[in-house]
């Protein structure tokens, strides 16, 4: 059974520019919760989609966007890059059945660098 | 304001030793508690969930305990390997609200031969 699978691994932007980067979950999962990654500020949430919806979000501006697939993959948008931006892009994909969760899988990271 | 603490923030220990992590939380109700080990550059991989009735839960070297009274959790490393090296961060999820999980700021963790 595949993992979940982020594109690209790596990423070099410069600032003002927009990225866009890939999930796809594990086979079935319906649940994909994206997260950013930094030495200073460690994981941080940024949102969460489960049946092309965001269900839940953190607390970021507004340049952080996504959305999500019939097929369960999912994309995550920032535009207006700054280079406070750079970091570890996190996917994690869970099993979501009404009130039963599973545990979240991560994906190996998008790591962007904004220059 | 729910919060995850781990420490020490950082460990250095000798191959073959054991080890001890410590995660206090104020997350309360919370659905579950996860330790996950993170290499440098990759994705947080699961060690081990425990749901709030769970007071131990193994994962070959790898076992964590959890006391819901005084809300902390460790995880200990039984027999310590090159390969332990990596970052070992604590994740609690809120009861209600399981997409919002709360990260601790992890223990990173040096295995020196």
């Known amino acids: 059974k595949a993992g979940v699978t982020q594109t690209p691994r790596y990423l070099i932007k410069t600032r003002g520019q927009q990225v866009t980067l890939s999930c796809s979950p594990i086979?079935?999962?319906?649940?994909v919760s994206w997260y950013q990654q930094t030495p200073g500020q460690g994981l941080q949430f940024l949102f969460e989609?489960?049946?092309?919806?965001?269900?839940n979000k953190g607390n970021f501006p507004g340049r952080f966007s996504g959305r999500q697939f019939s097929n369960s993959r999912s994309e995550m948008n920032v535009s207006t890059l700054e280079l406070g931006d750079s970091a570890l892009y996190l996917c994690?994909?869970?099993?979501?059945?009404?009130?039963?969760?599973?545990?979240?899988?991560f994906g190996q990271g998008t790591r962007l660098t904004v220059v | 304001k729910n919060q995850v603490e781990q420490s020490p923030q950082s460990l250095i220990i000798l191959e073959g030793k054991n080890c001890t992590l410590q995660?206090?939380?104020?997350?309360?109700?919370?659905?579950?508690l996860r330790w996950y080990k993170q290499d440098t550059g990759r994705g947080p991989v699961s060690l081990t969930i425990m749901t709030f009735s769970e007071n131990t839960k193994s994962n070959g070297r790898y076992t964590a305990t959890l006391d819901a009274d005084t809300k902390q959790s460790s995880l200990h490393i039984t027999a310590s390997q090159l390969s332990d090296s990596a970052s070992y961060i604590c994740v609690v999820s809120p009861y209600g609200s399981a997409s919002k999980i709360i990260f601790g700021s992890g223990t990173r963790l040096s295995i020196r031969p």
């Open positions: 086979s079935g999962h319906r649940s």
């Open positions: 994690a994909s869970s099993y979501d059945r009404g009130q039963l969760r599973t545990e979240a899988f």
């Open positions: 995660c206090n939380y104020t997350v309360s109700p919370f659905s579950n």
């Open positions: 989609y489960f049946s092309e919806t965001q269900r």
